[in-house]
Antibody, heavy 116, light 110 residues
Framework: QVQLVQSGAEVREPGASVKVSCKAS????????IHWVRQAPGQGLEWMGW????????RYAQKFQGRVTMTWDTSITTAYMDLSGLTSDDTALYYC?????????WGQGTLVTVSS | QAGLTQPPSVSKGLRQTATLTCTGN????????TAWLKHHQGHPPKLLSY???NRPSGISERFSASTSGNTASLTITGLQSEDEADYYC???????????FGGGTKLTVL
């Protein structure tokens, strides 16, 4: 069955970077986009961008351009989201989700806490 | 500001019908169709419907989506206690070249 398993919780100081991974299994990794979506405490869902392993494409939400990098490693069917210049506003639960028409399967979420 | 607008909260009684709305514009809801997701805090969101009322495998027929102009709706019939959750709409915006989410509607089942 399709599964997306994310890396564990992270704590970072302001100004630092964080890299979250998303290991995919149960389907052909290259066939679908992977999106990254986050939810800050008490807030709604926020789209950050996508990566498409099939044709090496990425698209980032304007808000995160210059700070986010989404990559992947086909050999280990894993997608990554790297966010730099962290501030307390980046404290959130970060999700990866597969796009097979829409956001059909989700990772369990990775809590990133930014605190000094 | 560009975005999708959802009412913050809706309350309905057990076994009643709830209709949740999502208003956008001709570049998103009115153009590309809308996805609906159910979200219980502490769990990942769950896809209920996508594009034009396509239901993923395993989603109950009690959930149905529709679109009229630039407003999308999710109708939940025969409300059950487990339907109490946050519901989000989402759509691709062809002008912004970005996915948008609504602010979410908290559904309370009385």
């Amino acid at each position: 069955q399709v599964q997306l398993v994310q890396s564990g919780a992270e704590v970072r100081e302001p100004g630092a970077s964080v890299k979250v991974s998303c290991k995919a299994s149960g389907y052909t990794f290259n066939d679908y986009l992977i999106h990254w979506v986050r939810q800050a405490p008490g807030q709604g869902l926020e789209w950050m961008g996508w990566v498409t392993p099939k044709d090496a494409g990425t698209r980032y939400a304007q808000k995160f351009q210059g700070r986010v990098t989404m990559t992947w490693d086909t050999s280990i069917t894993t997608a990554y989201m790297d966010l730099s210049g962290l501030t307390s506003d980046d404290t959130a639960l970060y999700y990866c989700t597969r796009d097979a028409g829409s956001f059909d399967f989700w990772g369990q979420g990775t809590l990133v806490t930014v605190s000094s | 500001q560009a975005g999708l607008t959802q009412p913050p909260s809706v309350s309905k009684g057990l076994r009643q019908t709830a209709t949740l709305t999502c208003t956008g514009n001709s570049s998103n809801v009115g153009d590309q169709g809308t996805a609906w997701l159910k979200h219980h805090q502490g769990h990942p969101p769950k896809l209920l419907s996508y594009r034009h009322n396509n239901r993923p495998s395993g989603i109950s027929e009690r959930f149905s989506a529709s679109t009229s102009g630039n407003t999308a709706s999710l109708t939940i019939t025969g409300l059950q206690s487990e339907d109490e959750a946050d519901y989000y709409c989402s759509a691709w915006d062809s002008s912004l070249h970005a996915w948008l989410f609504g602010g979410g509607t908290k559904l309370t089942v009385l």
